[in-house]
């Protein structure tokens, strides 16, 4: 058993291939904490998985490993789901033959005998909880579908892997390679919207950089309510905060060098000179061309608390007056992060279409403005995308799953 304090982060499971999927996509969060990634021990307490939902079992598994360790703990239910067995195998897919994955497969083929292509859809899903011990509940869900191949193809994978023709693929996941199928599984899609809940997990963690300190997730909420920020101004700069990480996360992930918790951060405090704290005193001149108010307010702020100067740069520069003037125009991976995100969420995610008719709406002086910056905000848009290496489409479809991840306090 380990201390609160542990820099670790269990993995409720003694499944090495689950862990050896799990790894890679949660290692841009792991490594901007400096967590490491461990599975439970021999010795821990059994878990009997009688919940009739994938999360109501991921979410027995993650308490459990928490009480039982002192730990942020990470639990995940998978399975199968086949239309025309009415969704069986289901929370069953790992015990449905009562033997191994051979045995689970040959019974799946055996029952779909007889049932022609296009009539076997199914879908993996994936439940994944992360608990802080006396804390928070992050739950997440991730879905892929596709269909049940009449016989197994390929050697890779695990489970039900070598019956399971991806739509996305085009090919089943025993027969990709292990970064084709992180790409568009389940299980992956369930990690990507629940890894940047980690810097929540362990909110307490402030960071040192080379350039000054960077605030972590606790600090920077304290410093929202410290300034009296309104709660809708504070729903929108978390969700600015958590789309940021998250977009910085899956350039990581590309081999980009995004700093998550810069942007973190900068989501979370773009905003703060909004609020009705007592505005810093500043020299007496004009703001600049380029920036808007209540950008240079919170940079100010940001620079009066000695932080690293990168922070309060891509809170100057979040507004869309920047992309007029090349001085300001975001270049940073982080400024551009920042620019882009706070134009797809309001308190919740709308997209940026929604977002810039909404802004149009409250603002309706700064209309030839806002018009003017559509094209470049799509095109800062796809050039993130790329840099992710997906489709706008998916990178947004991922984004926007970072804030479907429901939150509880137990």
């Not at 009296?228 to 350039?251: M, N």
């Not at 005193?281 to 932080?307: C, D, M």
Request: with cysteine.
């Amino acid at each position: 058993m380990s201390s609160p304090e542990s820099r670790t982060l269990l993995v409720a499971t003694t499944n090495p291939d689950k862990v050896a999927e799990l790894g890679p996509i949660l290692s841009p969060a792991l490594d901007a904490l400096g967590l490491t990634l461990r599975s439970l021990s021999p010795d821990a307490p059994p878990v009997t998985e009688d919940r009739p939902t994938f999360s109501g079992n991921a979410v027995l598994k993650a308490l459990a490993a928490a009480g039982w360790s002192g730990e942020v703990a990470l639990g995940e239910d998978s399975g199968l789901e086949v239309d025309a067995l009415g969704g069986a195998p289901g929370v069953l897919s790992a015990r449905y033959s009562g033997g191994g994955p051979a045995e689970n497969n040959k019974l799946l083929l055996e029952r779909l005998a007889g049932v022609p292509q296009g009539r076997r859809g199914a879908r993996f899903r994936t439940a994944v909880a992360l608990k802080v011990p006396d804390g928070p509940l992050f739950v997440a869900e991730g879905m892929t579908e596709g269909e049940i191949t009449g016989q197994p193809r390929g050697s890779g994978g695990f489970g039900y892997d070598p019956v399971f023709l991806s739509r996305d693929l085009g090919r089943t996941f025993a027969e990709v390679s292990r970064d084709e199928k992180a790409r568009v599984s389940h299980r992956s899609r369930a990690l990507r919207a629940v890894r940047g809940y980690l810097f929540e997990a362990f909110a307490a963690q402030d960071f040192e950089t080379p350039q000054g300190p960077l605030p972590g997730h606790g600090t920077c909420l304290q410093a929202l309510f410290a300034a009296k920020c309104p709660p809708g101004l504070v729903r929108h700069q978390l969700a600015a905060g958590r789309l940021g990480r998250e977009l910085a996360l899956s350039l990581a992930e590309a081999g980009v060098p995004a700093d998550a918790r810069l942007a973190a951060a900068a989501g979370l405090l773009h905003d703060i000179g909004r609020s009705p704290f007592d505005k810093p005193k500043g020299n007496g001149a004009k703001p600049s061309r380029g920036v808007v108010e209540h950008a240079r307010l919170s940079a100010q702020w940001v620079a009066g608390q000695g932080f690293d100067p990168r922070l309060a740069r891509a809170v100057l520069v979040h507004g869309l007056d920047s992309f007029l003037v090349a001085e300001f125009k975001p270049s940073t991976w982080e400024e551009r992060i920042l620019m882009l995100v706070d134009k797809l969420v309001e308190e919740v995610y709308v997209g940026l279409a929604a977002r810039l008719a909404g802004l149009r709406r409250r603002y309706p002086a700064s209309r030839r403005l806002i018009a003017a910056c559509r094209r470049p905000l799509k095109d800062l848009e796809a050039q993130l995308a790329s840099a992710c290496r997906v489709t706008p489409a998916e990178m947004n479809k991922r984004l926007a799953a970072a804030l479907e991840v429901v939150s509880l306090t137990l």
